[in-house]
């Protein structure tokens, strides 16, 4: 749901997409309905077939959602026209973000807003990113989220049983969105498909506070 679209369209098409649950995950709805993040302008990269878009619609959020799957990105689209939802979808690769405008600029044909991003969401989508292209994804994430605004991540942690290793450590999701994004938080995910994972809350510093990430490549 990233990058190579054609893999996850067939498995949309097969049924097969286990992450495909429609159900937001319960860490993204304590965040939301804890009542300590007004509503605002949310960005889901790897959004799928819409899911947490249009959750937080129904609670008051602006919902932008990116995907490489033409499948699922029609799926979301269709369902937030049913649900005539607060959404807008993007079929476009998640580490070349540079169609969604920066801080104050208006997005022509739309009455939505391209920037800034009070929140991000990246629920499984970056540990299926190739390592090369990490730092392009954070530069853009940095680009697009507010000062003091949160990007929340979910990721697979590293398998030395598998080749090629698929997961990032702490410190491989630390590099390279240091210094713009701090960790305020980390807790282990429970992902009911087997592999370990974590969830992750990162704020967005001040521009004083932070550059622009740097341009990591394999870690």
């Known amino acids: 749901m990233c990058l190579r679209g054609w893999p996850f369209d067939l498995l949309y098409l097969l049924g097969r997409a286990r992450w495909d649950t429609g159900v937001t995950p319960p860490e993204v709805v304590e965040l939301i309905e804890r009542g ?15 899911t947490n878009c249009l959750y937080l619609a129904r609670h008051g959020w602006e919902a932008v959602g990116v995907d490489f799957s033409a ?7 269709r369902k937030a026209r049913r649900a005539r939802a607060n959404c807008r979808f993007h079929r476009a690769d998640v580490t070349d973000l540079s169609f969604l405008a ?19 969401l990246d629920i499984g989508c970056l ?4 390592p090369e292209r990490w730092g ?7 680009r697009l989220v507010r000062p003091g605004g949160l990007y929340m991540l ?13 997961g990032l450590s702490p410190d491989q999701i630390r590099r390279p969105f240091t210094p713009a994004f701090v960790i305020k938080r980390q807790e282990g995910g429970d992902d009911p498909t087997g592999p370990r994972s974590a969830w992750y809350w990162l704020r967005r510093q001040a521009p004083h506070a932070a550059s622009p990430p740097r341009q990591w490549g394999v870690p």
């Open 36 to 50: 300590d993040l007004p509503p605002g302008r949310a960005l889901d990269l790897g959004c799928g077939t819409g």
């Open 127 to 130: 540990h299926a990113v190739p």
């Open 71 to 77: 499948l699922a990105i029609r799926r979301a689209r």
């Open 102 to 120: 920066g801080p104050l600029t208006l997005d022509a044909s739309s009455a939505l807003r391209a920037g800034p991003f009070d929140l991000a």
């Open 136 to 142: 392009r994804y954070a530069a853009g994430v940095a």
């Open 154 to 166: 979910y990721a697979f942690l590293p398998r030395p049983d598998r080749s090629p290793t698929r």
